[in-house]
């Protein structure tokens, strides 16, 4: 990546963050507001406040949405901060649980499940997190054009020989899986997964027999 495109991305990441900084304290207000109503309601009397079975409901419902709104900007923060030092070193399970989270709505709109199948123990390399993060994304992007509604992909790092690998299995496709690889392989998509990969050090291959794809990377970018 040049010099000018790095300064782009680094800015990029710089408001990135800087804004989701801004929403968890708008997301803080509104959880210290919500709890003081609750505190009102249990000094409440019985029956001196109505419907108020309700609005502890309601309360309930807004406490989990603020949850899932930290959770989000916590993880949009982590993937705005990717591009402050590269290479730098990545645990492959971390990258894989955040691009479940970061990528959910994608599948969402499919109705498919995100998911990931850490693995035991953790794997760590050194290499680039930004197109890393943009290749395991690339490979979801070509599985959700193949996979049908209700189906599943699955995000599992793990290590085969001496490479890490990256694998993004689905369940579930519109075509047979012959013709799901087939598919995958004419795509610009692939093409450009392909490019993502060789500047990582690494490759991409698809297989209809799990059906996966594996992004294969080496321990370090400088090999």
Not at 29 to 49: K, R, T
Request: a neutral charge; aromatic letters at 6%.
């Amino acid at each position: 990546m040049n010099h000018l495109k790095r300064k782009e991305v680094a800015f990029f990441g710089k408001i990135t963050g800087g804004i989701t900084h801004e929403i968890k304290n708008v997301l803080a207000i509104i959880q210290e507001s919500s709890g003081l109503m609750e505190d009102i309601l249990d000094v409440a009397e019985n029956g001196a406040f109505p419907h108020k079975d309700k609005f502890i409901k309601s309360l309930n419902r807004i406490r989990g949405q603020i949850q899932r709104g930290i959770n989000i900007t916590t993880r949009l923060n982590r993937f705005a901060h990717s591009s402050d030092h590269c290479p730098s070193s990545l645990d492959l399970n971390e990258i894989t649980e955040q691009m479940v989270l970061l990528a959910s709505r994608f599948a969402r709109l499919k109705n498919v499940v995100l998911k990931s199948s850490p693995s035991d123990p953790p794997l760590i390399i050194k290499s680039d997190p930004v197109s890393l993060e943009m290749a395991l994304f690339e490979a979801i992007e070509i599985i959700l054009v193949l996979i049908a509604s209700g189906g599943k992909i699955t995000l599992s790092p793990r290590k085969i020989q001496d490479k890490y690998v990256l694998g993004v299995g689905y369940e579930n496709t519109v075509l047979p899986k012959e013709e799901s690889l087939a598919k995958i392989s004419s795509t610009e998509r692939w093409a450009s997964l392909q490019e993502t990969m060789i500047y990582l050090g690494g490759t991409a291959k698809a297989f209809d027999s799990t059906p996966e794809i594996l992004l294969y990377l080496p321990e370090s970018i400088d090999d």
